[in-house]
């Protein structure tokens, strides 16, 4: 760190440093236009280039935006990735995601540690970096992953924990880092319609525009196709009510809006195709507006996946000089439709579409109350849809190969292919696409899972199938699935899958409603009860009782979905919680003696009298 230079005195060293936040925030704040509305993009910006959020900058954005500062420190109090104490100028975030830990994330952070000489989330003395997890890098299948600075790099080792330790040590910039550690694969193992298809750019915007925006609309209907999020509403019902729906106030306004909040654990397929075939995301976003009227999109995107912005952004700027988005496209009168890309900041909650349309609206993402539906009442308070990625990229199947031709791929009530995230204990991770219907063991011997014991479908608001489920297929009227697989082979303990799911269920919990906020921190501990060994059939009905209460009493549908896996488990995997239930009866689960480390570790203590049971005894 630079020492202060003799003399400066510490009130001339705050003068300096307010006028240098006054600077920053002036430019940043400008960009956005001096919208509240875009908050969250502001302290994004202030962040990035201040390293933290101090109380000093949140004050100053609240002045210059003309907001209560309350506003700005709930936004940064929410977001995961939004630092109100230093952090470091390395901010280092290692994926606590049940794959990365299988793939050996604990043993590698704990060398990193022990390398940098740091505890777990504590600052160094220096102030240069600090260590920590975070819940998905969205990396799974090239894993162990971490986040530095919000970049991403896979395929950790040993050496290359070891290479990264020392250009920390050096203060070298990431931009001088090794190309090499940021290099991230597609993996697509398997393609189909979507994935192993050519395309030009602009021919499903000139098809759609062929048919017309009534033509399209029924070309929609006939395809039946289904929202690829996970819920499976069908899209022509969605872009109809927006298109009806009656806006409020003067400015009315639709807006069609991409969730590329891609946080669910396990999944990874809506990164591929903003890498790979991200014109085919933004001409179906295109699509949408033509045929509801709305002329302006946003692409909400996964903060872990901030490395894409750059390329985001230039291709949509060739799709402007081309004429594919703006004024007039392809070259038609009154088709105007562009979009902007939103980041977000590490909040899973803002998959849910409303928490995402309260984020946009620059607020801590909490699910609204519904309804109203957001395509009567969504992005300030005007109709607005909300599609997936891959069902974004669907759409420009539709408008290519017409509605009825679409549906006549995969199953009566699931028309199409779909894409999935195939991670965990297989020889070749990556994508698979296939028509819906395709059995769950054909996505499991195409991967090389050969000892597979359970494959948790969906992420961990999923479902857990046993072997014995393994002929069930892929379908809306079968195992639906947002589209991954986490396959556990068979010297796996689901245990430790089940302790995993219910910290990142605590962890990642809006806070909005009780049942979600108090019950998965009570499973949480529940849960850690028995894996310290302290568990009786007591915490096992527990954990009963509460998965009733969270299921049937939380506000949004991710907090209803908080202890599926783990339910699953217990039901269809009894035996992995019975070997654990060792305690006959009940007994407490603070442990005296173990919350006396502390103590014992400042006097440098650790005889039998500063034990509690042994001081006892002797």
Not at 267 to 277: C, P, Y
Not at 288 to 310: I, P, Q
Not at 460 to 486: H, K, N, W, Y
């Amino acid at each position: 760190m630079t020492a202060r230079p003799a003399g400066m005195n510490e009130e001339f060293t705050m003068t300096q440093v307010s006028e240098t936040v006054a600077a920053t925030l002036d430019q940043i704040i400008a960009r956005y236009g001096g919208d509240p509305g875009n908050l969250l993009q502001i302290l994004r910006d202030a962040q990035d280039a201040l390293d933290w959020l101090s109380p000093e900058t949140q004050s100053a954005v609240a002045k210059q935006l003309d907001i209560p500062v309350t506003r700005v420190a709930a936004v940064v109090q929410f977001y995961a990735h939004l630092y109100d104490t230093p952090r470091g100028k390395y901010r280092v975030l290692f994926s606590h995601n049940i794959t990365d830990r299988m793939a050996g994330s604990p043993a590698l952070m704990a060398h990193m540690l022990k390398r940098l000489k740091l505890k777990r989330g504590i600052v160094s003395d220096d102030g240069l970096v600090s260590v920590g997890k975070t819940s998905c890098t969205g990396m799974c299948d090239q894993g162990p992953a971490i986040l530095v600075n919000n970049r991403a790099i896979t395929k950790l080792t040993l050496r290359r924990i070891d290479e990264i330790c020392d250009l920390i040590r050096a203060r070298a910039p990431l931009a001088n880092w090794p190309a090499h550690y940021f290099r991230v694969e597609d993996n697509i193992e398997r393609a189909d319609m979507l994935l192993g298809s050519a395309y030009a750019p602009g021919e499903a915007l000139r098809a759609a525009i062929a048919c017309g925006p009534t033509g399209m609309m029924a070309e929609m209907r006939k395809s039946n196709l289904r929202g690829r999020g996970g819920a499976g509403f069908t899209t022509a019902v969605k872009w109809e009510a927006c298109r009806d729906a009656k806006g409020s106030g003067s400015g009315e306004e639709r807006y069609i809006v991409c969730n590329a909040d891609e946080g669910e654990p396990g999944t990874f397929k809506d990164r591929v195709l903003l890498q790979s075939f991200s014109e085919r995301v933004f001409e179906g976003m295109a699509i949408a507006g033509y045929v509801t009227a709305a002329h302006k999109g946003f692409v909400y995107l996964r903060g872990e996946y901030s490395y894409l912005r750059a390329p985001l952004e230039a291709k949509l700027a060739e799709m402007r000089r081309n004429r594919l988005l703006g004024m007039s496209i392809c070259g038609v009168p009154g088709f105007d439709f562009d979009i902007a890309i939103h980041m977000g900041a590490g909040a899973y909650i803002c998959g849910e579409e409303t928490a995402l349309i309260e984020s946009l609206e620059g607020k801590p993402g909490h699910p609204r109350v519904r309804p109203p539906f957001p395509v009567t009442c969504g992005y300030k308070n005007q109709p607005t849809v909300v599609n997936n990625v891959e069902t974004l990229c669907k759409v420009t199947e539709v408008a290519l190969h017409g509605g009825l031709a679409y549906a006549g791929t995969g199953t009566r009530q699931s028309a199409g292919t779909k894409i999935i995230s195939v991670s965990g204990d297989v020889e070749r991770p990556g994508l698979y696409e296939y028509p819906f219907g395709v059995r769950v063991s054909q996505v499991l011997d195409d991967a090389g899972a050969y000892d597979a014991i359970a494959v948790q479908i969906s992420g961990a608001a999923g479902q857990c199938l046993t072997p014995q489920e393994f002929g069930r297929r892929i379908a809306f009227e079968d195992v639906p699935t947002a589209g991954s697989f986490m396959v556990f082979g068979n010297n796996r303990d689901l245990f430790e899958a089940a302790l995993n799911y219910s910290h990142f269920f605590e962890h990642e919990s809006c806070g909005f409603c009780t049942p979600c906020r108090v019950g998965t921190a009570l499973v949480a501990r529940i849960m850690e009860k028995i894996h310290s060994g302290h568990g009786a059939r007591y915490e096992f009905n527990e954990l009963n009782r509460l998965h009733q209460l969270i299921s049937t009493s939380s506000h949004c549908g991710l907090g209803a979905t908080a202890t599926n896996a783990l339910q699953d488990i217990m039901t269809k995997f009894p035996t992995v919680f019975d070997r654990r239930l060792i305690k006959r009866d009940f007994e407490p689960g603070f442990d005296l003696d173990a919350a006396l480390n502390r103590a014992r570790e400042v006097s440098n203590r650790d005889d039998a009298n500063a034990h509690l049971a042994e001081g006892i005894d002797a």
